[in-house]
């Protein structure tokens, strides 16, 4: 297996842009999520894109390629939302695992057929792991701010599953992304090391992606980003950055901060801006880029790509504008303080 250490070490990756902004492209309907298979199923489906792993493996497949015409080195498997606790929303726990699988199977034909084209050029599947709809740290009622909609063990054993159905559909590493409540994060981490623990099979490296949720600098449960880094840095994982919630623009101070705490190697893949009155978003993918390349010039950043709103032009673009900018120099932290 090709090892991504190595090729941090040599140069900037490019991590794929958004998966649900190509699947609204397609103007997929209930009957397409559906597909024969489901037909019949009592709740509605459309909308549950990880579905399409199963109904429209197809379509899924053609998105990875289209990202990784683009440059992509890093796909992103289509199982953000795939593991029992956000799959209850159609009923559909039951396919955890295997929506996994099929994600994990999908993503790594398409990556390995790129990467027989081009041996110098090594393309990686990554495991997406995303918050969950129910957290660990927050009430769901305001009225009762010590009730809980989840508890620890059933996060656990959620993303364990996740990442089992993951692993054995042969992704390279595992990326546990989207980050707003850290403790859900820690459960992921947690199945993670449980998973190869019990399975006896050598660690896949680990990639923490958090959500910076505001203008104050901090996560939606009320960490700072230096705190957040902290308490997740006992992972030891190959990389920590940040995705979602912000633009580029917006995002700048918060990547040059962790760059210059962060071990490990950092990333960053920012929406296209931030969403109009009509919830979409309008930045261009030159302007995207431009940002981006800013970060590259900086020396923040060791993998970049796009979060909602991007798309394969977008990638196109930040691909051609980092590719000329040596990665981000894993800097000497102080683990002590000094007598």
């Known amino acids: ?11 900037i990756l490019i991590i794929d842009g958004a998966m649900g902004t190509m699947i609204q492209r397609h103007k997929l309907t209930e009957a397409d999520y559906r597909g024969e298979r489901f037909k019949d199923w009592p709740s509605d489906l459309k909308g549950n894109n990880d579905l399409l792993c199963l109904t429209q493996p197809g379509i899924i497949e053609g998105i990875h390629r289209e990202y990784l015409d683009a440059g992509a080195d ?10 029992f606790v956000s799959l209850a929303d159609y009923h559909m726990e039951s396919l955890a695992y295997e929506i996994n699988l099929e994600a994990a199977r999908i993503a790594r034909r398409a990556a390995d057929s790129y990467t027989t084209k081009d041996p110098s050029k090594p ?19 305001v009225n009762n701010p010590g009730f809980r909609g989840l508890l620890w063990d059933e996060a656990v054993e959620a993303y364990y599953e996740q990442v089992k159905g993951l692993v054995e559909g042969g992704v390279d590493l595992l990326l546990v992304e989207t980050i707003f409540d850290t403790l859900n994060a820690k459960a992921a981490i947690y199945a993670i090391k ?14 923490i992606s958090g959500t910076i949720t505001d203008a104050s600098g901090r996560t939606l449960s009320g960490q700072t980003l230096e705190a957040f ?9 190959l990389s920590v950055g940040l995705n979602c919630a912000l633009g580029a623009s917006e995002m700048r101070s918060h990547i040059e901060e962790l760059s210059e705490i962060a071990s490990c190697f950092t990333s960053a893949y920012p929406n296209a801006g931030l969403p109009n009155a009509m919830g979409e978003y309008d930045e261009q993918p030159e302007q995207t880029a431009h940002f981006l390349e800013d970060w590259a010039k900086e020396g923040f950043v060791n993998i970049v790509g796009g979060c909602c709103g991007t798309t394969p032009e977008h990638i196109r673009h930040i691909a051609e ?10 800097p000497v932290v102080e683990t002590a303080l000094e007598a």
């Open 1 to 11: 297996m090709n090892d991504i250490r190595k090729e941090l070490t040599r140069r």
């Open 74 to 83: 890093i796909i992103e498997t289509n199982t953000f939302n795939s593991q």
């Open 123 to 141: 393309r990686f599947v990554a495991g997406a792991i995303g918050p969950m709809n129910k957290t660990l740290s927050l009430s769901p009622d």
């Open 194 to 207: 449980k998973y190869f623990q019990d399975s006896k099979t050598p660690e896949l490296p680990v990639m």
């Open 229 to 237: 880094y902290i308490s997740v840095m006992h992972a030891r994982p």
């Open 321 to 330: 504008h980092v590719k000329h900018f040596k990665p981000r120099q894993l």
